[in-house]
C-alpha cells in the first residue's frame, strides 16, 4: 500500500486554511498530522468549532511540531509577515513546503531557493492556485507579445493584507519576460490625486480595489489601436484553489528546487 503524504496545515482557520484541512482530510493519499495556528496550543483540531471529526494536534511553535512529529509537507497559508519564516523553519527540518501565502520578494525567492537546493527539498511558492488563473497569466504573457500597452486591475475582499495582490505581481512579471519596459499614457501626465494611476511595474500600472463582497478577481486589459483585448479570471469560492494545492503538494515531493508560480508545473 502507498504511503500517505503526512501534511502540516498553517493557518487552518482561515479563509484558505479551512478549505485546505478539508482538502487534506478527504484525500485519501494525504494524511493531516497536525496543524500551526496562532492560537489553541495543545488543543485537538476536532475541539475547535468548524472542525468537528478532523483529529489533528494544534502547535502555535512549528519547530517543535517538527521536531515531535514526521512531516512530509508544510501547507502554510498564513500571512505576509510569516511566510519566509516558516519556509526557513521548514527546510531545517527536512520539510517541503508548499506556500500559497504572498509577500516574498525577488531576493527572499532567490534566497530560499539556494537553501532549497543546498538541502535537495522540494517546494513551491504559488501566488495563485487557481488554475484559470493560471491561464489567465500565460495568456496575458502571450497577448502582451503583440499588444504591450497593459493595465492590471486587480480585485480582493477587504480583509486582505497585502497590495498588490500576488497574482498581480507575477503577472506583472511574466509580462515583463516578453514585454520591453515601457512608459503607457500620456508622457505629460499628472496625477491630481497620489496613486490615481496605481502602482508601476516597469511602466505596466496595477490597481487594487478592496471591497466587501469580492472575493479573488483580475482583469489584464491591452489596448492597440482602435481594439482593446480583456483576459479576466474570477474565484468566486476558496474550493477554487484547492486542486492547486493538491497538485503542488504532490509535485514538491518529486522535485529538488523551488518553484515559484504553479504555471512551471502545468505545462
Ligand atoms: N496562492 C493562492 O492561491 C492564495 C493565496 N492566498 C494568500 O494566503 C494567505 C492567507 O489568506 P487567507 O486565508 O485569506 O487569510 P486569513 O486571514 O483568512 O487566514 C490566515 C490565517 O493564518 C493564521 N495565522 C497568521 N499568522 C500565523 C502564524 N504565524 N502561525 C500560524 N497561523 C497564523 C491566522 O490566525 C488566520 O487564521 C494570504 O497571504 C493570501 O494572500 C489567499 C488565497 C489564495
Ligand atoms: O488574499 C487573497 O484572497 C488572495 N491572495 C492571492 C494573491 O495575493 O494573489 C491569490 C488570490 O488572488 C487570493
Redesign the pocket.
Known amino acids: 500500500m502507498m504511503n500517505k503524504v503526512k501534511i502540516v496545515v498553517?493557518?487552518?482557520?482561515?479563509?484558505?486554511?479551512k478549505e485546505a484541512v478539508k482538502m487534506v482530510s478527504e484525500t485519501e493519499h494525504f494524511s493531516l498530522v497536525a496543524v500551526?495556528?496562532?492560537?489553541h496550543e495543545g488543543m485537538n483540531l476536532s475541539e475547535i468549532e468548524g472542525f468537528h471529526g478532523i483529529d489533528a494536534p494544534v502547535y502555535?511553535d512549528?519547530q517543535k511540531c517538527f521536531e515531535e512529529l514526521d512531516v512530509d509537507v508544510l501547507i502554510d497559508?498564513?500571512?505576509?509577515?510569516?511566510?519566509r519564516k516558516?519556509m526557513e523553519i521548514a527546510f531545517a527540518n527536512g520539510v517541503r513546503p508548499v506556500v500559497?501565502?504572498?509577500?516574498f520578494t525577488d531576493s527572499d525567492i532567490s534566497e530560499l531557493r539556494a537553501i532549497a537546493e543546498e538541502k535537495g527539498l522540494g517546494a513551491i511558492i504559488?501566488?495563485?492556485?487557481?488554475i484559470g488563473?493560471i491561464l489567465m497569466m500565460k495568456f496575458s504573457q502571450l497577448a502582451a507579445k503583440y499588444l504591450p500597452d497593459v493595465e492590471i486591475i486587480e480585485q480582493h475582499h477587504d480583509?486582505?493584507?497585502?497590495a498588490p495582490?500576488?497574482t498581480a505581481i507575477k503577472t506583472a512579471q511574466l509580462i515583463s519576460e516578453v514585454r520591453a519596459e515601457k512608459a503607457q499614457g500620456h508622457p505629460n501626465e499628472t496625477e491630481e490625486l497620489q496613486g490615481a494611476r496605481g502602482a508601476d511595474f516597469e511602466g505596466m500600472r496595477i490597481h487594487s480595489v478592496r471591497l466587501p463582497g469580492r472575493v479573488?478577481h483580475q482583469e489584464v486589459i491591452f489596448g492597440g489601436e482602435g481594439q482593446t483585448l480583456t483576459i479576466r479570471h474570477d474565484s468566486i469560492n476558496?474550493a477554487s484553489?484547492m486542486p492547486?494545492v493538491k497538485l503542488a503538494v504532490e509535485s514538491a515531493l518529486k522535485i529538488d528546487t523551488l518553484v515559484y508560480g504553479l504555471e512551471h508545473i502545468i505545462e
Open positions: 498553517a493557518g487552518p482557520r482561515g479563509n484558505m486554511g500551526v495556528d496562532s492560537k502555535i512549528m497559508l498564513t500571512a505576509p509577515a510569516f511566510g516558516h500559497g501565502t504572498t509577500g504559488a501566488p495563485n492556485f487557481a488563473a480583509r486582505k493584507l497585502d495582490s500576488g479573488a476558496r484553489f492547486g
